[in-house]
């Protein structure tokens, strides 16, 4: 890509401190729409299941079977082209999620790296591609701390993180608790402590995780797609879902297919 999209100021904090918040990168009707097809979710597979707490979030991975708007999230065209600056065209989606979490005083946050016991030991430097980029979409507004924000530790991504027997919070020194409106999304790097708030509201908080890596990982939530989601796909999409347009075999991952860039640097399109 040849032009930016992130300003100036918006690179420098990605380098320094790992995250950048966009504000207002989804109109209202879309963060909407968005938020009903996470409540639909948060009935069908919590809270009309028997004896449930009704007051239970959710926590739901690989949502892309569940609504064509999840499909058409995955390279939507206010946050894609900020996801290729980052990342460069060798991409792949990793994961997709929903996620509620509901008021839980007494609660006290979790703070972690992704990737397991490996990833946080893997600090790229400041002008590298990451190696995995999170997007967090706020479907409500989080607009003072205590409501189950996203939380973060801004430079954590370049330096090992003191973990000694103390739990980290978000209650801990250093830590960010950003705050948000329906609409915004955060953008994150792969070795940035991070977690939430105890949300200490009478509102859940919803937002929907959208993990991309590079090509030659492992996806987190994904093990292949169904013919049907598939279907439901553009080129593109489908090409971020894992289909290189041939079959797997062994080294079918060591080299992208020669149409990467063309494929992955299209417009999108609308499935
Ligand atoms: O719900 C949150 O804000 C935490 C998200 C999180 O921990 C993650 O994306 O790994």
């Not at 016991?117 to 400041?126: D, F, K, S």
């Not at 790097?189 to 090509?215: D, E, F, M």
Request: charged content about 25%.
């Amino acid at each position: 890509m040849e032009s930016s999209i992130l300003t100036d100021k918006q690179k420098q904090q990605w380098s320094i401190d790992g995250y950048i918040l966009l504000k207002g990168v989804l109109s209202a009707g879309e963060s909407g729409n968005l938020k009903r097809e996470v409540d639909r979710l948060h009935r069908r597979y919590v809270l009309n299941k028997a004896g449930v707490d009704p007051k239970s979030g959710l926590d739901r991975r690989n949502i892309l079977p569940d609504s064509d708007a999840f499909i058409h999230l995955m390279d939507h065209p206010a946050l894609f082209d900020v996801v290729l600056e980052l990342m460069g065209p060798y991409i792949q989606l990793s994961m997709a999620e929903a996620v509620v979490r509901p008021p839980n005083p007494g609660y006290r946050g979790f703070i972690h790296t992704d990737g397991g016991q490996a990833l946080r030991h893997i600090r790229v430097t400041e002008t590298s591609w990451p190696l995995q980029i999170k997007i967090q979409y706020f479907l409500t507004d989080v607009t003072k701390p205590d409501r189950g924000n996203f939380t973060l530790f801004p430079g954590s991504h370049l330096r090992p993180y003191p973990e000694g027997d103390v739990p980290i919070t978000a209650q801990t020194p250093g830590a960010v608790q950003l705050c948000a409106e329906a609409g915004d999304a955060a953008v994150f790097s792969h070795a940035l402590w991070h977690g939430v708030s105890p949300n200490l509201s009478r509102r859940s908080r919803k937002t929907l995780i959208y993990c991309y890596s590079q090509q030659c990982f492992r996806t987190f939530d994904f093990n292949g797609h169904t013919p049907e989601v598939l279907e439901r796909c553009t080129p593109r999409q489908r090409r971020l879902l894992g289909d290189l347009g041939r079959d797997w075999r062994p080294g079918a991952y060591f080299y992208s297919p020669e149409d990467q860039v063309e494929i992955i640097e299209q417009r999108s399109e609308v499935a």
